[in-house]
């Protein structure tokens, strides 16, 4: 099945389910992309820049905790993109000669080629191994490539972007893919000021709306669809209490969408989850370490003590 069709697949799936979603990973064509740079660049969108702080001022203890210079070892990154934070630590660690191979993996082979292009000119001594698919299919790979020690970097809170028992399986198969003494470090946003994390996702110049409604968008564009998409709003939420912070188109009125031949009904108000943005406590963290196979190492914190970069390591 190519990704076009998968890409159709899905879309029918989510939105003849009940209550209707769509999956995030869909928002990133070069349009969802473009906008949510612009949403990295909002101040008060806050994850990228607190999670920049800790590789760029951390960077010694994160390598530390990370053991780097123990034994040789490959450094994988699920979901590369620009490696803008992940370069800080490349480059600490080849000043300190760490001898380690770099495998980014992204679901975009583009960026990969852009990425390895820059990281070949900027820091010719890396070595550079991109694996281009699914997050999960590459990791079996680049651990077949090597018996080294393994390092897995996952970061910008996409943990955040799955439901609690979704994140727990992700983490349990990354253990099993795993070995004794391998180590994962994982970007968590921390649960904190309501309204500083409602800001964050939907800010009042429209750009984070623009973003979800965007996937309509792309809908329209590549599966012969016709969503009137100003008959549609976004609607954003967050729960103190279980850290959920989820993201909705809504149905303005009762109307019908016809997606490559297929009739979709919607009801006046009828929402489609697009996303969920889940905020952790530290001990959340911990504990989702322990019950998913890892002993917590560390929990690194930006100097709000906003966001953290956990290490665990494979019992």
Not at 56 to 83: M, Y
């Amino acid at each position: 099945m190519d990704k076009l069709e998968s890409f159709h697949q899905d879309v029918l799936r989510g939105l003849k389910d009940h209550p209707k979603w769509l999956q995030p990973k869909y928002f990133y064509d070069d349009n969802g992309a473009a906008l949510f740079q612009r949403i990295m660049e909002m101040p008060a969108y806050y994850l990228t820049a607190c999670e920049l702080e800790i590789f760029r001022d951390k960077t010694v203890e994160l390598a530390e905790v990370l053991h780097v210079q123990q034994e040789p070892f490959d450094l994988i990154e699920l979901g590369a993109g620009d490696a803008m934070k992940s370069s800080f630590l490349l480059e600490h660690l080849l000043r300190e000669q760490a001898d380690f191979t770099y495998m980014p993996i992204d679901i975009c082979g583009e960026v990969l080629l852009t990425l390895r292009d820059r990281l070949n000119r900027d820091l010719p001594n890396l070595e550079v191994v991109p694996l281009h698919g699914e997050y999960l299919d590459m990791l079996r790979e680049a651990t077949e490539q090597s018996d080294r020690r393994k390092i897995v970097l996952f970061l910008g809170s996409n943990i955040g972007n799955m439901e609690l028992e979704d994140a727990h399986g992700f983490c349990r198969t990354v253990n099993r893919r795993l070995k004794r003494g391998d180590t994962m470090l994982t970007g968590f946003d921390l649960q904190k000021n309501p309204h500083t994390i409602l800001e964050a996702y939907n800010d009042k110049e429209g750009i984070t709306a623009a973003f979800n409604l965007n996937l309509l968008e792309r809908i329209n564009r590549e599966l012969d669809a016709d969503f009137n998409i100003s008959a549609f709003q976004h609607y954003q939420t967050y729960d103190p209490i279980d850290g959920g912070c989820r993201s909705y188109l809504v149905s303005g009125t009762a109307q019908k969408v016809n997606i490559g031949g297929e009739v979709i009904s919607f009801e006046a108000n009828e929402p489609i989850a697009v996303e969920v943005s889940r905020k952790y406590t530290p001990l959340e963290i911990d504990q989702m370490a322990i019950e998913t196979g890892f002993a917590p190492l560390a929990q690194i914190a930006d100097s709000k003590n906003w966001f953290v970069d956990a290490i665990w390591q494979v019992n």
